[in-house]
């Protein structure tokens, strides 16, 4: 993995970045908290209007998705740009945005709520993906979260960097699958849910 550390000295705001398996993506990496508690993902500008940050990524049109963690941002282009062209435009915009103390969101940012709280088979499929899987690929800039599990199947949605990444399918069959069949014998299959399914 490539990383490469811009140093810009107002108000000590130090951004690295980092290379994805995403060739298409980069993680920024701030140097400070992004998300108190859980993520967002804009996969395309038209649901970028919660977020000034995520809006103004959007205004480079070579941008084609946003996503916050915990403490990095991971940007998604399109595959004709050229990194080397747009990451100074991302780094400024992110910068700018650190330095002027601008909300991340307007108004509260509120996470979907649990609809499967009783079931015992879905609280372990989430409690591995939490505590195993989501900590992996966020290290290369990105998000797995439960959606449902339905009939021995659990679908997943990929976010940041792992959407459209084409190794995720990869990870997703090879490592997820195998994981929880492991531990969940109810589990059968793992799919992903592409980012424009509800």
Same mark, same amino acid.
């Given at each position: ?25 980069? !993680? ?7 998300? &108190? ?7 395309? !500008? ?15 049109? *070579?941008?084609t998705g946003v ?19 747009? !990451? ?17 969101f307007f108004g509260?940012?509120? &996470? ?10 879905? %609280? ?25 599990? *339905? ?21 997703? !069959?090879?490592?997820? *699958? ?13 799919? %992903?849910?592409?980012? *424009?399914?509800?």
């Amino acid at each position: 993995m490539v990383c490469t550390v811009l140093r810009v000295k107002v108000n000590s705001v130090f951004i690295q970045t980092e290379e994805t398996p995403n060739p298409n993506a980069l !993680k920024f990496i701030p140097g400070r908290v992004v998300m &108190e508690q859980g993520t967002a993902d804009f996969p395309n !500008k038209d649901t970028a209007a919660k977020s000034p940050l995520a809006q103004r990524m959007f205004e480079l049109p *070579e941008v084609t998705g946003v996503f916050f963690g915990a403490d990095f941002i991971s940007v998604t282009k399109m595959e004709a740009a050229d990194w080397s062209i747009l !990451k100074p435009s991302i780094l400024g915009t992110i910068m700018e945005h650190f330095v002027s103390n601008h909300p991340l969101f307007f108004g509260e940012n509120t &996470e979907a709520t649990t609809a499967y709280e009783g079931d015992p088979v879905v %609280a372990e499929i989430k409690e591995i993906i939490d505590t195993r899987v989501r900590p992996a690929v966020a290290m290369d800039g990105g998000d797995i979260t439960f959606e449902k599990f *339905e009939d021995g199947v659990v679908y997943l949605r990929l976010q940041g960097a792992c959407s459209g990444c084409p190794s995720s399918s990869v990870t997703l !069959k090879s490592g997820i *699958e195998n994981m929880l069949k492991h531990y969940v014998p109810e589990v059968t299959e793992v799919r %992903a849910i592409d980012t *424009e399914e509800v």
